[in-house]
C-alpha cells in the first residue's frame, strides 16, 4: 500500500514569507506525527495529532508555528513570516496507535525548507 | 537531558562483515520502546526494528538485531553481513509511555559507509 507522502519536496522561500507543508499519512492511521530534521538540533518533535483528540502543540519552537489535521486524515503544517533558522528538512510520520504490538512510525520523505 | 546517545564517529564497514551501532537511553519511566531507523542519503526514514522494555528476547528482523541490556540501558544495533545498500546514516529512538503522546526522541545518528 502507499505510504506517507509529503508536498512540495523542496520548498525555497524569503524571509517573511508564509508556508504551508502537507502530510498525507497511510490510510487508516490514527496518528500523525511532525518532526524537524536539522543540522545543529537533529530530529525534533513537533505536534502529534490522535483521531479527534487536541493535538499535542509541545513541541512546536514558537507561536509562528501553527499545524491542523483535516478528516483525522490529511494534515498542513504551516510556518508564519518565515526566518532562516526555520530552514531544515520537515518530516512528517503516521501510525496505527493500535494501543497494542509497536505502534511503529512511518516517515514521508520529508519536506526540504529554505529560507533565504 | 539527552534520552538518546549515539557517540560512535563514522564507520567504514566492509562488505559482508557485521557492524554494530551503539545506543544508551535515559528513561525513568518502566515501559518504553526503543526503534532503530535508518536514513540513507535519499533522506527517507526507514523503520528497521523494535524493541519492547518488557521483551525477554532481543529482537530480530533479518540481518538486523537488537543488543537489549536494559540494565545497562543500552540497546545496540547489529547489522549482519553488510551490504553497499547498507550505507546510511542510523538513529536510535525512543518512545515513553509517561509521555502519553508516542512522540519519539533520537540520538544524533551513526553514519555508516560500507566499502566493497
Known amino acids: 500500500g502507499a505510504g506517507v507522502s509529503q508536498s512540495p519536496s523542496n520548498k525555497v522561500t524569503e524571509k517573511g514569507k508564509d508556508v504551508e507543508l502537507r502530510c498525507d499519512p497511510i490510510?487508516?492511521?490514527?496518528?500523525l506525527y511532525w518532526y524537524r530534521q536539522s543540522l545543529g538540533q537533529g530530529l525534533e518533535f513537533l505536534i502529534y495529532?490522535?483521531?479527534?483528540?487536541?493535538?499535542?502543540k509541545s513541541g512546536l519552537p514558537s507561536d509562528r508555528f501553527s499545524a491542523e489535521r483535516t478528516g483525522g486524515s490529511v494534515s498542513t503544517l504551516t510556518i508564519q513570516r518565515t526566518q532562516q533558522e526555520d530552514s531544515a528538512v520537515y518530516l512528517c510520520?503516521?501510525?496505527?496507535?493500535?494501543?497494542?504490538?509497536?505502534?511503529?512510525?512511518?516517515f514521508g520523505p520529508g519536506t526540504r525548507l529554505t529560507v533565504l | 537531558a539527552q534520552k538518546i546517545t549515539q557517540t560512535q564517529p563514522g564507520m567504514f564497514v566492509q562488505e559482508k562483515e557485521a557492524v554494530t551501532l551503539d545506543c544508551t537511553y535515559d528513561?525513568?519511566?518502566?515501559?518504553?520502546?526503543l526503534f532503530w531507523y535508518k536514513q540513507p542519503s535519499s533522506g527517507e526514514m526507514i523503520f528497521l526494528i523494535y524493541?519492547?522494555?518488557?521483551?525477554?528476547q532481543n529482537a530480530t528482523e533479518g540481518r538486523y538485531s537488537l543488543n537489549f541490556q536494559k540494565a545497562r540501558k543500552s540497546a545496540n544495533l547489529v547489522i549482519s553481513a553488510s551490504q553497499l545498500g547498507d550505507s546510511a546514516m542510523y538513529f536510535c529512538?525512543?518512545?515513553?509511555?509517561?509521555?502519553?503522546?508516542?512522540?519519539?526522541?533520537f540520538g544524533k545518528g551513526n553514519q555508516v559507509v560500507v566499502i566493497p
Open positions: 510520520a503516521s501510525s496505527g496507535n493500535s494501543g497494542g504490538g509497536t505502534d511503529t512510525q512511518y
Open positions: 490510510s487508516g492511521h490514527t496518528a
Open positions: 495529532f490522535q483521531g479527534n483528540s487536541a493535538p499535542d
Open positions: 528513561t525513568s519511566d518502566q515501559s518504553y520502546g
Open positions: 524493541q519492547g522494555s518488557y521483551d525477554e
Open positions: 529512538a525512543m518512545r515513553e509511555a509517561l509521555y502519553g503522546n508516542n512522540r519519539l526522541a
